[in-house]
């Protein structure tokens, strides 16, 4: 049987669930979770979107064919167009300016996370590079589908975090998570099982660093 993208989150799946259905996540869909909480994630999340541009840099970097050079320069776009920009109008709304986020310590969850990847992409092909970002591009996308499938979700303005809902709900990054699933089947479909095993340990280990993740954000650690 060919290996696909589902057998990965298949063989960690209490990792994943862990990741997707995490209490920032909840907290986040009913609106209950902490401003705080969500400023010191959103802040960090600035610093990590600036490390995974730079990942997806070097999947440019590692892409052989102009199909695949094209898909990481639009992963690299959406998070320069799309996603930081919400971050920094956020961040303006609270009072926090571009020049205190460019300033900002990284905090420990955010170093782990994102060398982790870059350092999973220098040292092995686009494949390894790719598994390491996929809890990022496939979860967000899952993490918005599991929160409109809930009862508790609250959307529209009595939801301060509708905006980041609506982000990760929409058709371009619903449709980037699609690519990445299809990329990775088609990859997948001619590895080895030793092959697989080490790509499954990148998933396993990146899953894990997401749920890292949303504990920095949840307890505000650095
Ligand atoms: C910790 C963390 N994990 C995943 C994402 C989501 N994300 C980051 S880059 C990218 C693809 C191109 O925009 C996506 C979906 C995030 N923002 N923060």
Same mark, same amino acid.
């Given at each position: 049987?060919?290996?696909?993208?589902?057998?990965?989150?298949?063989?960690?799946?209490?990792? $994943?669930?862990?990741?997707?259905?995490?209490?920032?996540? #909840?907290?986040?869909? &009913?609106?209950?979770?902490?401003?705080?909480a969500? #400023?010191?994630?959103?802040?960090? &999340?600035?610093?990590?979107?600036?490390q995974?541009?730079?990942?997806?840099a070097?999947?440019a970097?590692?892409?052989?064919t *102009?199909?695949?050079? !094209? #898909?990481?320069k639009e992963?690299?776009?959406?998070?320069m167009?799309?996603?930081?920009?919400?971050? /920094?109008?956020?961040?303006?709304?609270w009072?926090?300016?571009?020049? =205190?986020?460019?300033? *900002?310590?990284?905090? !420990?969850?955010?170093?782990?996370?994102?060398?982790?990847?870059?350092?999973?992409?220098?040292?092995?092909?686009?494949?390894?590079l790719? +598994?390491?970002?996929?809890?990022?591009? +496939?979860?967000?996308?899952?993490?918005?589908? $599991?929160?409109?499938?809930?009862? =508790?979700?609250?959307?529209?303005?009595?939801?301060?975090?509708?905006? $980041?809902?609506?982000?990760? =709900?929409? %058709?371009?990054?619903?449709?980037?998570?699609?690519?990445? /699933?299809? $990329?990775?089947?088609?990859? *997948?479909? %001619?590895?080895?099982?030793?092959?697989? %095993?080490?790509?499954?340990?990148?998933?396993?280990?990146a899953?894990?660093?997401?749920?890292?993740?949303?504990?920095?954000?949840?307890? #505000?650690?650095?």
């Amino acid at each position: 049987m060919p290996y696909r993208f589902e057998d990965l989150k298949k063989n960690c799946q209490t990792e $994943w669930r862990a990741y997707i259905e995490h209490s920032f996540v #909840q907290q986040l869909g &009913d609106a209950s979770l902490a401003p705080e909480a969500f #400023q010191h994630y959103l802040k960090q &999340d600035y610093l990590f979107l600036i490390q995974f541009a730079r990942a997806f840099a070097l999947a440019a970097y590692k892409s052989p064919t *102009l199909s695949d050079l !094209r #898909q990481a320069k639009e992963g690299l776009q959406a998070i320069m167009d799309v996603e930081l920009d919400l971050h /920094i109008s956020y961040c303006k709304e609270w009072g926090i300016s571009e020049e =205190e986020l460019a300033n *900002l310590p990284e905090a !420990r969850a955010t170093l782990a996370y994102t060398r982790y990847v870059l350092d999973t992409g220098n040292r092995g092909d686009l494949l390894d590079l790719h +598994v390491a970002l996929s809890p990022c591009m +496939v979860g967000y996308g899952e993490i918005a589908n $599991w929160l409109n499938s809930r009862r =508790e979700t609250v959307r529209g303005k009595n939801n301060p975090y509708d905006a $980041w809902i609506a982000m990760y =709900e929409s %058709d371009e990054f619903q449709d980037a998570m699609r690519a990445e /699933i299809l $990329w990775l089947d088609e990859r *997948l479909a %001619d590895v080895s099982p030793s092959r697989f %095993d080490q790509l499954n340990r990148i998933f396993s280990d990146a899953t894990r660093l997401e749920i890292d993740f949303w504990e920095m954000g949840l307890k #505000q650690s650095d």
